[in-house]
């Protein structure tokens, strides 16, 4: 019953959908005041019924009724309360329906923050939403169906794969799909500018809080997903250039760019057309990504089961989405002002050069990511591309880039002025010095002194710019956060990979090893059932100063499944990781074990931390700013020129 | 170049790569089995270091080479099909470490498990350049009399396991 009423409210919100994005935008069209007011309305009304419908579907994973097709795939009695809730969008199905239901929430929040708007205008906006959200609910209602029946049904569900049990997987999709489906809101403003009558500069600015806060979820999702691989995938590398991550990575580096030129899009009306391209470029990747993890037709670890019928069904989705702004963007992008030239060095031309260089790498990522298919299709030979390609075409994109970045907030507008530079060249020079002295103490290369440059001059020199500008701190922390961010990221990444040891053990309990100078003593092993799995955990100790560091790796046996998996044991500190896997034993009783000494490896996750905040603060602080002014009816007030920029 | 034809550029852009989507889409499912000069003709020998497993000789069985790295994705999600290929089929499947260090190679094969009875090192990529190799993975069916008689690119999927590899396999012990 809850299934039907759930299958109910889904093919409801669909109709509810179309309805949102004809009436709105033909009111807008032909000038009828009432149609355009339903567009608020009418995302509300979406938005419950979208809710409903995944409601009815939590509520059929937690009663786990195996009736229900969905459920009985991916949850079992065994499944404890909290995973039976993330199962539901443990597969393809389910994890639709949260991305259709997050699109509705994105919606909603939209209607409900755009009163001081043009109703026309959020008009517009709504009706390019619910296009979005009523393409995915056919997609759902059409080809994958959460609901359908399975009759007779099994006495017990197939249980959720064990790699999605955990924490941070369960909140991996949400967060994800937040920032992916967020630039859905960017590319309604840029659909909704593209269509006024009479272009309009302020959608820019209207249109940045929602992309920062987009990108900043996205900024939290990939780093969630990345930590869970991390830890849970147990040979602890963190990213691998898979198709997958690279689908989520695009949109990431496009919607990067698209907040620095919306930083400057309205008063710099050379940025105009190009950040209608990027604000409709970012949310096509996000939509290609969708296409990619879920069609199958490039290999990949993370895809979902793959069936060429839905493939179909998003690409066509895609193609109408794309092919439609795109065309739109042909016609009438040219409205908007050619570009304009800027001095070279001031910050109009960093900026851009910021957008040259993110697009780029965006293209590149692109190109390694369908080359195979490419490839495929083209000469009908099957190759991959791995992480060699990657790791050869990116650090000498981002480097320039990161160097930049301590360059940017400094330099004036209009003016090539590079005299306040000046005082940072000691920063530079210790940076260049420092890097180069660790690089040669420790015997690295070339890249790791380059990295370790650039990391502490983009560290320290946003820390110097925000002890300048103390006084504005609060309309400068976003950026410096986000830069700091940045330096702290790279500086990670550059030590660890440059410096982490991994050793393989073959021990048997109460034997030891040296391991990076230190004794490592495998203590004991035992058995440690779980609720729905049987584990065999090895404790270690560690020979760090007076208190010896335990690590306890296990090796699990999920029960219905029959999967094995390895629970890594994780010693974090902010220095370095100690990362110990335990494999299988040999026939002696001997146990293979895989410890790893990461350098650094926190300074990762405190970088996409920083700059997950960096942007949320500036989305938040963003949506509070035109309040503080008195609000004239139709046109929210321009913002007071700030004198900083907050990109 | 005028300004419509510049707005136009992202348009065809984009139409290409939804053209190249849908053809891979479509073409997916008929994959085509790949051509090579080596089929019918004697399998090159590989005169490589091994990286795990026993160096027996594997003349007078039906065996299979597979072409693999620990940085390739698609190959991690094919070992288990190849496991079963070598229970299933009651062949040897032998490994080929493409463009890999040794330590990366043996950490990859204890972590996800290992379903090659031997692995040969190929750093440079010397023994994959005689095979004709063009990417990894790839997959080789090799006769009782050391003739090459398959070659798989691409992940070896349980249906290309079920209804290629492991019919062939049959057909060849029987002959």
């Given at each position: 019953m809850t299934a039907e009423l759930g299958h109910f409210a889904l093919l409801l919100a669909l109709a509810v959908a179309l309805a949102q994005a004809v009436l709105p935008s033909w009111g807008a069209q032909t000038g009828r005041a009432r149609w355009v007011a339903l567009a608020r309305p009418l995302a509300a009304v979406s938005f419950g019924l979208v809710s409903a419908a995944f409601a009815a579907l939590l509520a059929c994973f937690v009663q786990v009724d195996t009736s229900v097709a969905y459920v009985a795939a991916h949850a079992s009695h065994e499944l404890p309360l909290g995973y039976r809730i993330t199962a539901s969008w443990g597969g393809h199905e389910g994890s639709l329906l949260l991305w259709v239901w997050i699109l509705a929430a994105w919606g909603a929040l939209v209607a409900a923050r755009s009163a001081g708007l043009p109703a026309a205008f959020a008009a517009r906006v709504q009706a390019v939403l619910g296009a979005v959200a009523a393409g995915f609910l056919a997609f759902i209602a059409f080809?994958?169906?959460?609901f359908e029946r399975l009759l007779p049904a099994p006495a017990d569900g197939r249980d959720l794969n064990p790699l999605l049990q955990d924490p941070g997987m369960a909140a991996h999709p949400p967060l994800l799909y937040l920032g992916y489906v967020g630039f859905a809101v960017g590319f309604a403003f840029a659909v909704a500018a593209l269509l006024e009558d009479a272009p309009d500069a302020r959608w820019t600015r209207w249109a940045r809080p929602w992309v920062l806060a987009a990108w900043s979820a996205l900024t939290g999702g990939i780093l969630l997903g990345s930590f869970w691989a991390y830890y849970e995938l147990g040979w602890g590398g963190f990213w691998f250039w898979d198709a997958v991550e690279n689908a989520a990575f695009m949109p990431w580096l496009l919607g990067t760019a698209l907040i620095h030129s919306l930083a400057v899009a309205e008063k710099r009306p050379g940025f105009l057309r190009w950040s209608l391209l990027l604000a409709l470029l970012a949310f096509s990747l996000s939509l290609l990504g969708t296409f990619l993890v879920r069609s199958g037709v490039v290999s990949s670890v993370h895809a979902f089961a793959s069936d060429p019928s839905r493939g179909l069904f998003i690409l066509v989705l895609l193609g109408l989405a794309v092919g439609g702004s795109l065309t739109l963007f042909a016609w009438r992008g040219q409205r908007a002002p050619a570009a304009e030239g800027y001095a070279l060095g001031s910050r109009e031309s960093l900026l851009l050069l910021n957008n040259l260089l993110l697009a780029t790498a965006t293209a590149t990522v692109l190109l390694g990511t369908l080359y195979p298919l490419a490839a495929e299709v083209i000469g009908g030979t099957k190759l991959s591309v791995g992480a060699p390609y990657f790791d050869t075409v990116f650090p000498p994109l981002m480097l320039p880039l990161v160097a930049l970045l301590v360059v940017g907030p400094l330099a004036r507008w209009r003016?090539?002025?590079?005299?306040?530079?000046k005082p940072l060249l000691p920063l530079a020079l210790a940076a260049l010095a420092g890097a180069a002295a660790l690089a040669f103490t420790l015997q690295g290369s070339l890249w790791m002194a380059a990295g370790i440059a650039t990391g502490l001059w983009a560290l320290g020199g946003t820390l110097t710019l925000a002890w300048r500008q103390r006084a504005a701190w609060r309309h400068g922390l976003p950026l410096w956060l986000a830069h700091a961010g940045i330096g702290v990221f790279v500086l990670g990444v550059t030590l660890v990979r440059s410096l982490e040891q991994s050793h393989d053990l073959l021990l048997a309990p109460g034997e030891q090893a040296v391991v990076a100078g230190r004794v490592l003593r495998f203590e004991r092993l035992e058995a440690a059932p779980g609720p729905n799995y049987q584990a065999a955990r090895a404790t270690l100790s560690w020979q760090v100063g007076a208190m010896p560091l335990r690590l306890t790796p296990e090796k699990r046996v999920y029960g219905r499944r029959q999967v094995a998996m390895t629970e890594a044991a994780i010693a974090r500190g902010p220095w370095r990781d100690v990362y110990a896997s335990l494999g299988d034993a040999d026939a002696d009783g001997r146990w293979a074990l895989r410890v790893q000494v990461k350098p650094f490896m926190a300074w990762i996750w405190a970088g996409g931390l920083l700059m997950a905040a960096g942007g949320l603060w500036g989305a938040l602080a963003h949506r509070r700013r035109p309040r503080a002014l008195p609000a004239t009816a139709a046109t929210p007030s321009p913002l007071t020129a700030p004198t900083l920029s907050t990109p | 170049m005028t300004p419509r034809l510049a707005t136009l550029v992202p348009l065809l852009t984009a139409a290409a790569l939804v053209a190249l989507l849908a053809r891979g889409l479509l073409q997916h499912d008929a994959q085509a089995e790949a051509t090579s000069p080596l089929i019918g003709q004697p399998a090159p020998v590989l005169d490589l270091e091994r990286l795990d497993g026993e160096a027996a000789p594997l003349q007078g069985e039906v065996w299979v080479l597979n072409v693999f790295a620990s940085w390739c994705a698609p190959c991690r999600a094919e070992l288990p099909v190849l496991g079963q290929l070598a229970s299933e089929g009651r062949v040897r499947v032998v490994g080929l470490d493409y463009r890999d260090t040794p330590e990366l190679g043996l950490a990859f094969l204890k972590r996800h498990g290992n379903p090659y009875a031997l692995t040969w090192r190929d750093p440079e990529g010397r023994g994959s350049l005689a095979w004709g190799v063009t990417g990894v993975p790839e997959t080789f069916v090799i006769d009782r009399r050391g003739v090459v008689r398959l070659r798989h690119t691409g992940p070896v999927t349980p249906q290309d396991l079920r209804q290629r590899l492991l019919p062939l396999i049959e057909r060849l012990k029987r002959a």
């Open positions: 080809t994958s169906n959460p003016v090539a002025a590079l005299q306040r530079i | -």
